[in-house]
């Protein structure tokens, strides 16, 4: 049986949250210090619609704890709501880090 839980949310365009991979390295320390299994999900862009979030070309951040939603907010802009969502379907769908940056050629 699913658990839906009220959860604070983070959406934003795509690459706004995860562009630079400062995301990914904050998932991935929080992890590492609070253990795999830390209430934080990365929801892709493929999967917004999946999860009933609002919005087309976005991504978000899913966090059971809203005061890591506020960090984010601050850290990478992008809107803040709260929603019930499955925390079965999240562990399932959303558990992966975010994408790792866009290398890009910077030469001249």
Known sequence: MSELK?????TAPIGQLS?????????SE?????????????????LISHFGLPGT????VVAEDPSVI?????????Q????????????ELASDLPPSPTNRDICT
């Open 57 to 60: 070309a976005i991504e978000a």
């Open 6 to 10: 009220n959860l604070s949310v983070l």
């Open 80 to 91: 803040s709501f709260e929603i019930s969502l499955d925390i079965d379907q999240l562990r």
């Open 30 to 46: 929080r992890r590492g210090r609070k253990g795999a299994d830390f209430p934080l999900w990365y929801i892709p862009p493929n």
């Open 70 to 78: 506020s960090w984010l907010k601050l850290r990478f802009g992008g």
């Open 19 to 27: 562009g630079d991979g400062q995301l990914r390295e904050s998932v």
